[in-house]
């Protein structure tokens, strides 16, 4: 998976097996019944969650409890 995903190295091994697994399910889904849209959701939010924990501090603030509704989502590029 890293030759891959090299951004695979900053999860944990738990995570990159349940990475893994949702990855060859959607795969599958693909194949089968030629439904690509999972396949691309999966590899975007493990590659989400990857790029917060590369940052030690986004981390840690992503981590804190939050409470009370903060509004629209922001979605970037």
């Known amino acids: 998976m890293p030759e891959v995903f090299p951004w695979v190295r900053h999860l944990s091994s738990d995570e990159l097996r349940a990475f ?6 959607a795969l599958s889904d693909a194949a ?8 691309q959701e999966v590899i975007a939010g493990w590659r989400a969650t990857a790029r917060i924990k590369a940052d030690p501090a ?4 992503a981590r804190k409890p939050t409470s009370g509704d903060f509004g629209p989502v922001q979605v970037s590029a």
Do not use: I, Q
């Open 20 to 25: 893994t697994l949702e990855l060859v399910e």
């Open 32 to 39: 089968e019944l030629e439904v690509d849209t999972t396949t």
């Open 58 to 61: 986004h981390f840690a603030e």
